[in-house]
């Protein structure tokens, strides 16, 4: 069981949008940034979003995250099939130990 | 280019030993913090220990792996490493090391990623 809660699946056409939520607490997301990462069918995990809301740089801006309170969002836009994926976010504990979601599944239909 | 490549893994038996290696390059490994994470065959990605620019300093641990598990790095290889203990069945999984990025507490992430490295528990 994580302690920050994703969907365990989202799906929609292609060309449409998509948002995926990640609920914390006020221990770990409430007061500290959110990563999300794409993780490709039998890839290695991948940097989509840091600090809440910056893209690093190759990342088009079809992906967006934004944080309020102990919420955070995953916004992909332009649903390409290429796209499909497990999304995780991750955050800090005050512990420092780095707390993930459970993931969610992107399916583009 | 950054490169993080992972080795070491391997199929062992439950109460075995295992080290594994992450072999970095297209950066200054010392400038550094890095990380190893681990995800389970069909589950969510997990992290297991971090260590900051040399051994002597700040080194963190998943509370259920803390006493099993040590993370060390050579920065005179560039490299980190992780030496597994008393390993146990559920510690199977494909073993990612991974670069931090950010310039402070509760900013930091990961990135890039090594292709990662398949440890396998088992009798």
């Known amino acids: 069981q994580s302690v920050l809660t994703q969907p365990p699946s989202v799906s929609a056409a292609p060309g449409q949008k998509v948002t995926i939520s990640c609920s914390g607490s006020?221990?770990?997301?409430?007061?500290?940034?959110v990563s999300w990462y794409q993780q490709l069918p039998g890839t290695a995990p991948k940097l989509l979003v840091f600090?809440?809301?910056k893209r690093p740089s190759g990342i088009p801006d079809r992906f967006s995250g934004s944080k309020s309170g102990t919420s955070a969002t995953l916004g992909i836009t332009g649903l390409q099939t290429g796209d499909e994926a497990d999304y995780y976010c991750?955050?800090?504990?005050?512990?420092?130990?780095?707390?993930f979601g459970g993931g969610t599944k992107l399916t583009v239909l | 280019q950054v490169q993080l490549v992972e080795s070491g893994g391997g199929l062992v038996k439950p109460g075995g030993s295992l080290r594994l290696s992450c072999a970095t390059s297209?950066?200054?490994?010392?400038?550094?913090?890095m990380a190893w994470f681990r995800q389970a065959p069909g589950k969510g990605l997990e992290w297991v220990s971090s260590?900051?620019?040399?051994?002597?300093?700040?080194?963190n641990y998943a509370d259920s792996l803390r006493g099993r598990f040590t993370i060390s790095r050579d920065n005179t290889k560039n490299s980190l490493y992780l030496q597994m203990n008393s390993l146990r069945v559920e510690d199977t999984a494909v073993y990612y090391c991974?670069?931090?990025?950010?310039?402070?507490?509760?900013?930091?992430?990961?990135?890039?990623w090594g292709q990662g490295t398949l440890v396998t528990v088992s009798s």
């Open positions: 991750g955050t800090w504990d005050s512990s420092l130990n780095f707390l």
């Open positions: 297209g950066f200054i490994f010392s400038d550094y913090f």
């Open positions: 991974a670069r931090f990025g950010g310039d402070s507490e509760g900013k930091w992430w990961f990135d890039p």
């Open positions: 600090e809440n809301n």
């Open positions: 260590i900051r620019r040399t051994n002597t300093y700040y080194t």
């Open positions: 006020s221990s770990n997301i409430g007061n500290n940034y």
